[in-house]
């Protein structure tokens, strides 16, 4: 029978590459924790109107031609999310929580796209998203770019991130700069890529994300939102920056900058490295004041990102800054099979005594030379030896797998003393 393969689009995170995530996602969660955001879980699939009203039907690509959808068996359609900023929103709005209320959370896990898969890119992708609901200002704008910059921080990233900035300005504003950028753009369509010359009539903001160089040359001279933002937004923006050069966050000036989905407006922000090609965006996120009235509540401020797991873990590849962590820190080797019971007994209570390591328990027999093997191939930095004399006499053999020093015969508690003492 053929091999049943993975599906194209999807990707497997195999023992080394899933420590390397799980490192990753811990230290992140540091630091969110440390400012005091909390955590929601939210379900894979949503109904289907949730991204339809939020995202905007007929302007994007997403809801257009990029969700799974499906029929349930009730009539309704429903889809895996493409992005947790929706679903955040309705969670918080049906939970009551939206209700005279500032929230700030975050939420983690997989979201789904039907794009053309290629590096950095796949159908099945992770996120960290991060959410603020109820404040209307600059400073949490502010907050939460200071907090990607701490994450940054925190993975050693500082110096290959750049902070990209721009503001999308009030509805008002903005839907009368797309109106003057569709006008410009019209006389020019034969000359347009494919992508730009579809969003056209419908989002042509979008066609400032190009990446070719002849749309790029026919946006040259394009209007400028200078000359069409409102009062209001142009303080914000002014404020947003002025807070950040106090907290001394460098970031570039982006006119070009836009998102892809419908809901941002104001304050627009991107991450992004030269590391990575093409993919170079490893976090963005905004301003989306008016998402949760698109859903069915009331008008509430909001701003937030969302950060790339599958990018950021990428770039610190591609910077060896991830060098993959043992699977095992002390293993633990059977000399004799007929007392495996009393063995995991032993390291159980040794486990307790130190939860911070991790000790695997050999199984399926062998010699001591074949165990040890198995102890360095696993990458393990320690050996316990379990034979019958220590059995016999309540200690374990402690052996050094890095160092080459003597092995000692030792207690259980002496056994924890000399761990704690060498992990610190």
Known sequence: MAVVRLVRGMRDLLPEEARRWRAL????????????????????????????????????DIV???????IDRDGSSLSLRPEGTASCARALLESGLLR???????YRGPMFRHERPQKGRFRQFHQIGVEAFGPPGPDVDAELIQMGTEIWRALDLSGEIQLELNTLGAPAARAAWRDALATHLRPHRAALDADSARRLDRNPLRILDSKLPATQALLADAPSFDDYIDDESAAHFAALKGLLDGLGIAYVLNPRLVRGLDYYGRTVFEWTTQRLGAQGTVCAGGRYDGLVETIGG????????????ERVAMLRLAL???????????????????????????????????????????AGGGSLKSQL????????????????????DNRVTFKDLRSGAPQQALTAQAVIERLVGEAA
Request: glycine share 8%; net charge neutral; hydrophobic share 45%.
């Open 25 to 60: 996602e811990e230290r992140i969660v540091q630091v969110l924790d440390g400012f005091a955001y909390e955590e929601v879980r939210l379900p894979l699939q949503e109904m289907t109107e949730l991204f339809a009203r939020s995202v905007g039907a007929a302007a994007t």
């Open 64 to 70: 257009e031609k990029e969700m799974y959808s499906l």
């Open 100 to 106: 005279n209320q500032a929230q700030r959370v975050f």
């Open 298 to 309: 009331k008008p509430t401020a909001a701003a937030g990102f969302a950060l790339g797991l």
């Open 320 to 362: 060896a800054e991830a060098a993959p962590a043992s699977a095992v820190d002390v293993y633990c080797c059977v000399l004799e099979p007929r007392r495996q019971g009393v063995v995991l007994a032993a390291v159980q209570r040794l486990r307790n005594g130190l939860p911070g390591l991790r000790f695997r328990v050999h």
């Open 373 to 392: 093997k198995r102890a360095n191939q696993c990458g393990a930095r320690w050996a316990l030896l379990f034979g019958e004399d220590e059995l016999r």
